[in-house]
């Protein structure tokens, strides 16, 4: 259908933030993503932990694993508190946040001990959310990057 929709030469119009292609009685609209499913604010939102990337390598979380962050906004806009779930240990630290950049502060977590998949999990976990890190929100994934560029991980936004 789209390829005869488009052999037709359909007229193009823009109607609002949709694009419109129409040949005939058919036509299909097109709407910019960051219209259809706009990017989450990075405070106020729980993002759960879904992947965890080393190298060249991504992975999954163990099953019976949570690991969460919330960032809450701070007296001064650029900073704030996180709120921690590293899979095994909760806690929360200072961050700064600016433009495509995160700083963490070292966080205070509990010190609990827990099964191997869980302080693995944390250890990666605590590995990236050190010092200067990279993040990037896309609709309702986050994506932090440590500062060294081979370690990540990736969140999504948790469903109310």
């Given at each position: 259908r789209?390829?005869?929709?488009?052999m037709a030469g359909p007229i193009v119009a823009l109607d609002g933030d949709a694009l419109v292609l129409t040949a005939g009685d058919a036509s299909i609209t097109f709407l910019d993503r960051v219209v259809a499913d706009p990017d989450?604010?990075?405070?106020?939102?729980?993002?759960?932990?879904?992947?965890?990337?080393?190298?060249?390598?991504?992975?999954?979380i163990p099953m019976d694993a949570t690991s969460t962050l919330t960032f809450v906004n701070g007296a001064d806009a650029a900073d704030g508190t996180v709120v921690v779930e590293t899979g095994c240990n909760s806690g929360s630290g200072t961050v700064s946040i600016g433009e495509g950049t995160i700083t963490f502060e070292p966080l205070g977590l509990t010190k609990m001990a827990c099964e191997q998949p869980l302080m693995a999990l944390e250890m990666s976990v605590l590995s990236v959310l050190a010092g200067d890190v990279t993040f990037e929100i896309e609709a309702g994934?986050?994506?932090?990057t440590s500062s060294s560029g081979t370690?990540?991980?990736?969140?999504?936004?948790?469903?109310?």
């Open positions: 789209l390829a005869d929709l488009l989450l604010p990075i405070e106020g939102t729980v993002w759960t932990l879904t992947t965890v990337i080393d190298g060249d390598a991504a992975s999954s994934s986050l994506t932090i370690a990540g991980l990736q969140y999504t936004a948790l469903d109310d």
